[in-house]
């Protein structure tokens, strides 16, 4: 007798779900169409006892189905989700590239727009290396001779004069850009065509020089070169008056400038060469001399 007692406390939630549901098939039996004399009273009872007992049994199983439609869902979405990353990662690379794609066609266009003298050769070079330190400031191209190149030829991006060539070999080209201590340009001030000459001191400022201490020269004046030695054609944008001071002998101002050209971010450049008009290919990609009309 213990024995069973045991037996029935340890399975009485079994027992009691297969009492249910023989009670429900009972009432079913009892109830299903066609059956006479039961009271009107005792079968509401038995209907609404089985609905109850029926609702009971459905409601895990309706959770169960929720539940499992719910996680196949998420497996899906976790899979998407694994599969955007991964597109991504692929992408983010190439967008970068675009970007910079996008950068260099409108530097170079603005390389194609600059206004030329069409008595010179034009021939579009890369910068592919910077060798400038605190005792020299000069860019090496990747045009020489081969390509055009020529000691002497100006070296110019859209903002301004960025130097000069100083020599060449067959396929590249070394510059000689303003701020070196070395470099002198024949300038102007633009609004009152006072001549003086430009001169780099090795930083990041020019150096306007011979500029009469009677000169009308004022912070803003723009400065361009003035053509003469036929170093650099006349008119190109050298910098602007930043600074105005007296001289060391009495007789000059020495006005500073501020180049218009941002040396730390020259990636393409275009030489101006003296000579008879032609086209010359360049080496470097997408980029070709420019053969003015």
């Known amino acids: ?40 009273l005792v079968e509401d009872v038995a209907l609404d006892a089985v609905g109850n007992v029926q609702s009971l049994i459905q409601i895990p199983i309706t959770y169960y189905q929720d539940f499992a439609a719910r996680f196949v869902q998420w497996q899906n979405l976790d899979e998407e989700n694994r599969r955007l ?48 330190t605190a005792f020299a400031n000069v860019l090496l191209l990747n045009a020489g001779r081969n390509q055009g190149s020529a000691t002497n030829a100006s070296v110019l991006v859209p903002e301004g004069v960025v130097g000069r060539v100083v020599q060449t070999s067959n396929t590249t080209s070394l510059v000689l850009t303003l701020l070196d201590l070395n ?16 001169a780099g001191v090795n930083g990041q400022k020019l150096s306007l020089e011979y500029i009469g201490k009677d000169e009308d020269i004022r912070v803003g004046d723009q400065v361009i070169t003035s053509g003469i030695a036929g170093s650099f054609p006349k008119g190109l944008l050298i ?30 450049v275009r030489l101006l060469i003296p000579g008879p008009q032609s086209a010359i290919i360049d080496s470097s990609k997408n980029l070709n001399v420019i053969k003015r009309p």
Do not use: C, W
């Open 1 to 40: 007798m213990d024995y069973f007692l045991v037996l029935v406390k340890e399975h009485r939630n079994v027992i009691i779900a297969v009492a249910t549901l023989l009670l429900s098939v009972l009432l079913l039996l009892a109830l299903r169409p066609g059956v006479r004399g039961t009271p009107e």
């Open 85 to 132: 990353s991964q597109e991504l990662k692929l992408l983010r690379p190439l967008g970068a590239r675009v970007v910079e794609l996008e950068a260099e066609n409108h530097r170079l266009r603005q390389l194609l727009d600059m206004s030329l003298d069409p008595e010179l050769k034009s021939l579009g070079a890369r910068v592919v290396g910077d060798t400038s």
């Open 183 to 198: 470099s002198r340009v024949p300038a102007l001030v633009q609004r009152t065509r006072a001549r003086g000459i430009v």
């Open 239 to 268: 910098g602007t008056v930043q600074e105005i001071r007296e001289g060391d002998t009495g007789l000059f101002q020495r006005v500073i400038v501020q180049p218009s050209v941002d040396f730390d971010r020259i990636e393409e």
